[in-house]
């Protein structure tokens, strides 16, 4: 199972993304010569989402995406909202031509999570698993909203759930973990601090009748994740 957190050259294909997405030229002028990004685009796909499970005993490949859904993020919220179709069906197709997958095999589960200035239904929405993006975004994406942030955000808890799908994955194992976000994790202070800050009325006492009652930081989410 492979965890992008931090990918350069990720980083570097989101403007090329963006371009197939909106059906934009991906050529480029590069040392004074025309190059297709595209080509890169597709190959950055493969190199991560290659790895010999793919090509033997893994039939079913699930993809969660966790977005960070606080304040600042509104604007790339709203861009995942209008291309999540077309950049879910150039990553399948990529995909489909791995040998052993079958285009009905392929899920992906999308959740928001924020920070703990939030109430406890908003620090973390799930949508279902899906195999068509049109159903991502009409039964969840069309209805998710920015709120809350709280400088580092509540990456743990994200994480969490992330383990809990390894854990309850009925045979279908968790192969990839993706996460969108422009804010570093809740540090262990961070989530001692604003679980029971003077000024947040979702204090520690509110956490504890929730089922997020128990702490959880992300340097042991993370781990359990390797």
Same mark, same amino acid.
């Given at each position: 199972?492979? $965890?992008? +957190?931090?990918?350069?050259? !990720? &980083? %570097?294909?989101?403007? @090329? ?7 934009? *030229? ?78 009905? $095999?392929? +899920?992906?589960?999308?959740? !928001? &999570? %924020?920070?703990?200035? @939030? ?7 799930? *949508? ?87 702490? %959880? ?10």
């Amino acid at each position: 199972m492979e $965890l992008q +957190l931090r990918h350069a050259k !990720g &980083y %570097r294909m989101i403007d @090329v993304a963006m371009d197939l997405a909106e059906g934009k *030229s991906t050529k480029k002028v590069v040392d004074g010569k025309e190059v297709d990004k595209k080509a890169e685009f597709v190959e950055h796909l493969l190199e991560i989402n290659r790895g010999p499970q793919l090509e033997s005993e893994l039939k079913v490949i699930k993809v969660l995406v966790l977005i960070d859904c606080t304040s600042s993020m509104n604007q790339l919220l709203l861009k995942t909202r209008s291309c999540v179709d077309k950049m879910f069906n150039e990553a399948k197709k990529v995909l489909l031509e791995m040998k052993g997958i079958k285009e009905d $095999l392929i +899920l992906m589960q999308i959740a !928001g &999570y %924020r920070n703990y200035n @939030v109430e406890e239904a908003k620090l973390l929405e799930v *949508s279902n698993w899906e195999s068509k993006p049109e159903k991502l975004k009409q039964n969840f994406l069309n209805s998710l909203e920015v709120s809350g942030g709280w400088g580092n955000e509540a990456i743990e808890i994200a994480l969490a759930h992330a383990n809990q799908e390894l854990e309850n994955d009925n045979g279908i194992p968790l192969s990839m973990v993706i996460i969108i976000g422009d804010a570093l994790p809740n540090s262990r202070d961070d989530v001692d601090n604003k679980r029971n800050h003077h000024k947040n009325s979702f204090n520690e006492a509110y956490w504890r009748k929730t089922k997020y009652r128990e702490k %959880r930081y992300f340097d042991s989410e993370l781990k359990k994740l390797e």
